[in-house]
């Protein structure tokens, strides 16, 4: 896995996760 690769898949999760946890606080609220 090259470099780029592994920095955007990380930044893949990151966003996926923040959108999932931010749909939990909404759904919460």
């Given at each position: 896995?090259?470099?780029?690769e592994a920095f955007f898949g990380a ?19």
């Amino acid at each position: 896995m090259s470099w780029p690769e592994a920095f955007f898949g990380a930044v893949f999760i990151i966003c996926v996760a923040w959108v999932y946890v931010t749909a939990i606080k909404d759904k919460d609220d």
